[in-house]
């Protein structure tokens, strides 16, 4: 998924979200959420990403990142 300045992934089933600078090709930012991840979502500056095993979403807002 993609904000206006980043590339934000998670491997599914991994723990850590990725945030991608789209201009360097380089990861910047790693977050550890500790749970398994699903997919990740974005809306306008926000960053959502499914948990897995606990059936819910984390939020992370990506304008304070």
């Not at 790693?30 to 948990?51: K, P, Y």
């Amino acid at each position: 998924a993609a904000t206006a300045d980043a590339v934000w992934f998670t491997t599914l089933g991994g723990g850590t979200v990725q945030r991608i600078d789209p201009a360097s090709r380089q990861v910047v930012e790693s977050i550890e959420l500790e749970t398994a991840l699903g997919e990740v979502v974005v809306e306008g500056d926000t960053v959502w990403v499914i948990r897995i095993n606990d059936d819910a979403v984390s939020r992370i807002d990506a304008e304070a990142r």
